[in-house]
Every structure is written in C-alpha cells, then in structure tokens.
C-alpha cells in the first residue's frame, strides 16, 4: 500500500509564494506519473502538474505554466510543488496523486493513490 501526505500549505497574500512537499511512503515506481490537483469550493478537480519520475518530463496546466514547478527528489521519496507569484484564484485544497505507470492523464479518475491534501490561501 502506498500513503502519500502533503505539507506546506497555508495562508500567503498575492505575489507569495509557497512549497508543497508529497512524501511517499514507498519505493518510486521509476515509470510512475506524480501529479499535482487542486479543488476549489463549488468546482471541479483539476490537475495542475504532472511529473514521469523516470525522466523528469512535467506537464502543467497553462494557469499555472510559469509560475508553478514540480519536481522530485528519489533520496527521500518526495515530490515538491513550488508555486510562485500565487493569485487569490490559486486558492484551493491540493493534492498529490500517482499512477504506477508513466502517463500523467490530466482526469483525476485515472490516479490509483492519493493524499489527503493541504490547504492554501491567497489573499490580502
């Protein structure tokens, strides 16, 4: 069974920005997808970021593009979102989720485990 738990989210005035971190508790599948999901009150889950942990290639949603980077690190299983110059439209709950294989699908009905999420506010 793989447990994911997120961290770093938070309240921060337009312009911030923030870190997330997704730890893994197990071994990185080296063909999985690692992906980044937010939901707002009253919409829908949209993928923000998605990273193929066997090559490094990333995806984004083109809201975020430029402002947001995914990336990992092996050693110590983890998955970081970095988010900058956020926005009050960047409010949302966020999570991690993976696949066991390589394809980072934008549908969040494809990924096969999940965090619990965290919080993250924009606002002045």
């Known amino acids: 069974q793989v447990h994911m738990v997120e961290s770093g989210g938070g309240s921060v005035q337009p312009g911030g920005s923030l870190r997330l971190s997704c730890a893994v508790s197990?071994?990185?599948?080296?063909?999985?997808?690692m992906a980044w999901f937010r939901q707002a009150p009253g919409k829908e889950r949209e993928r923000v970021a998605g990273?193929?942990?066997?090559?490094?290639?990333?995806v984004y949603a083109d809201s975020v593009k430029g402002r947001f980077t995914t990336s990992q690190d092996n050693a110590k299983n983890t998955v970081y979102l970095q988010m900058n110059s956020l926005k009050p439209e960047d409010t949302a709950m966020y999570y991690c989720?993976?696949?066991?294989?390589?394809?980072?699908?934008?549908?969040?009905?494809?990924?096969?485990?999940w965090g619990q999420g965290t919080q993250v506010t924009v606002s002045s």
């Open positions: 197990a071994f990185f599948y080296p063909w999985s997808c």
């Open positions: 989720a993976a696949r066991t294989d390589g394809v980072c699908y934008t549908s969040d009905s494809q990924y096969n485990y």
């Open positions: 990273l193929r942990i066997s090559d490094d290639s990333t």
